[in-house]
């Protein structure tokens, strides 16, 4: 019993990790905004953003690191689903690393 719970929490994890790694939102014109794209990429596809949020992020480990550059580009978009969605993309250092949607409908 407790090694079927152990693959079962295993499963889920990696269901978890996969779902998370395929962030993407297509549009209703069918082009993609996934992540990896960059900023200048998401700016051409969907267009000027709602909102727009730079945030500065520096550790120090002593080792002198690099700080990262956080931007996050609130959109008001029309998906391949039908109806309007709110789409939070966030990039770092120019790259996208997350995309979160969300259809106003279920808001």
Do not use: C, W
């Amino acid at each position: 019993m407790r090694l079927l719970k152990i693959l079962v929490a295993m499963a889920l994890l990696t269901t978890a990790l996969f779902a998370h790694a395929n962030d993407s939102f297509r549009l209703a014109n069918g082009k993609l905004i996934q992540d990896g794209q960059s900023k200048q990429e998401v700016l051409y596809i969907a267009g000027d953003p709602v909102n727009q949020e730079v945030e500065t992020i520096a550790v120090d480990d002593g080792a002198g690191g690099n700080p990262v550059k956080r931007e996050i580009l609130t959109y008001r978009l029309r998906s391949s689903l039908g109806g309007m969605s709110l789409v939070v993309v966030t990039i770092e250092n120019n790259t996208v690393v997350a995309i979160e949607s969300r259809q106003e409908s279920r808001l």
